[in-house]
C-alpha cells in the first residue's frame, strides 16, 4: 500500500515537473525571439503576419554590418510603390550623427488586390534583400548626405537608375541570388502588375538577364566591377 502511494506522489510529481519544464520553455522560445528582435535593432509596426516578418529577419541576419542601427518596419498605405527604404533624418538625428532606417512596406502589392502577406517567401526575401541594399548604400553617407542624396534620387533618372542596380548588386553579392531571380520573375513575367508599374521597373530596375548573368558567375566582383558587367 506504502509503495503504491509512494509510486503515486512520484508519478505526480513528474507530471507536476514535465508541466513546469514545458511552460518554462514556451515562456523561453518567445522570450528569445523577442530579445533576438532586439537585440538586431529591428522594431516591426502594423505587422501581425509571422510569414512577413520571419521573411524579413532571414535576410537581415545576413546584412551583419547594419546590425548596429535601429531598423524599423512598419506597414501603411503607400502610394508610388509596395515596399520603399528609408533614412531617418530627424533635427536631432543630423546635429547627432545618428543613423536610423525605417522600411516602409504596403499591405497590398502596388495596383493589386494581393496582400503581402500571401507572396511566396523566397519572392518576399528579394523584395527585403533590395530595399536593405538600400540601407547599405545609405549607410554609407551622412545624415547630411542624404538630403542631398534624396533631392538627386527624385530629380535624376540616371541617379535613380544608378541607385535602384547598386541596391540590387548588394543583395546579389549578400548570397539572395535565388531569391532576387525569383522575385524578378514574380514581377515582370506576371500578369498581376500595371503597365506603368512594370514600365517603371524595366526603366530603372537591374534587367532579369542581369541576374540571370550574374547566377552564372562563379567569381566575387567588386562593386566597380559589377556596375561595369551592365554599363559598360
Not at 68 to 84: C, D, E, H, L
Not at 103 to 132: M, N, Q, R
Not at 136 to 160: A, C, I, P
Request: positive net charge; hydrophobic residues 40%; glycine residues 4%.
Amino acid at each position: 500500500m506504502r509503495i503504491a502511494m509512494h509510486y503515486k506522489r512520484a508519478l505526480l510529481a513528474m507530471v507536476l515537473m514535465l508541466i513546469v519544464f514545458t511552460v518554462c520553455l514556451l515562456t523561453t522560445t518567445a522570450y528569445s525571439q523577442n530579445e533576438k528582435e532586439n537585440k538586431m535593432n529591428v522594431q516591426f509596426i502594423n505587422i501581425t503576419e509571422d510569414h512577413v516578418k520571419n521573411s524579413f529577419l532571414e535576410v537581415y541576419k545576413k546584412y551583419d554590418d547594419l546590425h548596429a542601427y535601429k531598423i524599423t518596419v512598419i506597414q501603411k498605405r503607400i502610394g508610388a510603390t509596395t515596399m520603399k527604404a528609408q533614412p531617418i533624418i530627424t533635427f536631432k538625428n543630423l546635429c547627432k550623427g545618428t543613423k536610423e532606417y525605417r522600411i516602409v512596406i504596403g499591405e497590398f502589392l502596388k495596383d493589386t488586390d494581393i496582400k503581402l502577406s500571401e507572396v511566396p517567401k523566397d519572392v518576399l526575401k528579394g523584395w527585403f534583400a533590395h530595399e536593405l541594399g538600400h540601407v547599405v548604400d545609405y549607410e554609407q553617407h551622412s545624415n547630411f548626405g542624404m538630403l542631398w542624396y534624396g533631392l538627386r534620387y527624385v530629380t535624376s533618372g540616371s541617379f535613380k537608375k544608378k541607385v535602384e542596380h547598386k541596391a540590387d548588386y548588394i543583395a546579389l553579392k549578400k548570397g539572395f541570388k535565388n531569391s532576387l531571380l525569383k522575385t524578378k520573375r514574380y514581377i515582370l513575367l506576371s500578369d498581376v502588375f500595371s503597365s506603368k508599374y512594370l514600365i517603371n521597373m524595366n526603366k530603372y530596375y537591374l534587367p532579369l538577364d542581369s541576374v540571370k548573368n550574374y547566377l552564372d558567375e562563379k567569381v566575387e566582383k567588386d562593386d566597380e566591377a559589377l556596375s561595369k558587367m551592365y554599363h559598360d
